[in-house]
């Protein structure tokens, strides 16, 4: 019953900043805890951020700490991703998901509804 769909993915240069959103869409959504995942081209996909149902609580990949924040906006049924001094290695797709409360990103197969994601390329 939970759709989820992403956005404001694009190019960016090294060191730059972007923006991406998840817009939720379904009943109860303040119940799912919001998760951000990417894949790079032959590579595993890994989850980078997570915000639980209230938002008092999130998570965060070692590799992403100190650079993305992961923020939810309930009255508009918003999760963003924050992305600060981007790097080549954080290039790929960039999914949302969702898990009732608040998942693992280190578990994927857990997570319960996927968007469709969105390329997120970080080049010169």
């Known amino acids: 019953q939970l759709q989820l769909v992403e956005s404001g993915g694009g190019l960016v240069q090294p060191g730059g900043s972007l923006r991406l959103s998840c817009t939720l869409s379904?009943?109860?959504?303040?119940?799912?805890?919001i998760g951000w995942f990417r894949q790079a081209p032959g590579k595993e996909r890994e989850g980078v951020s997570s915000i639980s149902n209230t938002g008092g609580t999130t998570d965060y990949a070692d590799s992403v700490k100190g650079r993305f924040t992961v923020s939810r906006d309930s009255a508009k049924d918003m999760v963003y991703l924050q992305m600060n001094s981007l790097k080549p290695e954080d290039t790929g797709v960039y999914y949302c998901?969702?898990?009732?409360?608040?998942?693992?990103?280190?578990?994927?197969?857990?997570?319960?509804?996927w968007g469709q994601g969105t390329q997120v390329t970080v080049s010169s």
């Open positions: 379904g009943e109860n959504t303040d119940y799912y805890g």
């Open positions: 998901a969702a898990a009732y409360g608040q998942g693992s990103i280190r578990l994927p197969m857990l997570w319960d509804y």
